[in-house]
């Protein structure tokens, strides 16, 4: 059964502005170790981070939150399944609402291209 959907879309230079900006600080505060390493990596990097905060957002949508209850962003993670798709793993107070909500999993999909990052995430009871 779903027990909820979400969608995204982030236009990739106003994640560019921000993290120029604000540099580690920003990173720090929106994105886990991991996901930094593996967007970081990239020769466009701001495409792979736009993609990642799309999926937080999608997330929260999904959850029916939004930046609500204390959550931060961090405790939405997204990283490689071994099949290379994104793979969503909810940490602290997103993990617990997860868990109240009764969802067991969590099918994410990202896109991006030079101007705009997408993300659609269904949550399954």
């Known amino acids: 059964m779903i027990a909820g959907i979400g969608v995204d879309l982030v236009k990739i230079s106003r994640i560019q502005a921000v993290a120029e900006r604000w540099g580690d600080a920003f990173l720090n505060r929106i994105f886990t170790p991991t996901e930094q390493k593996y967007s970081l990596r990239h020769r466009f990097p701001h495409r792979h981070l736009a993609a990642r905060f799309a999926v937080k957002e999608a997330v929260l949508k999904a959850l029916g939150i939004g930046v609500r209850f204390g ?55």
């Open 71 to 125: 959550v931060k962003w961090n405790e939405i993670e997204t990283v490689n399944h071994p099949n290379g798709g994104p793979q969503v793993v909810m940490h602290g107070k997103v993990r617990k609402l997860a868990d109240e909500k009764g969802v067991l999993d969590v099918y994410a999909t990202i896109t991006h291209d030079d101007d705009y990052a997408i993300a659609q995430v269904v949550l399954q009871r």
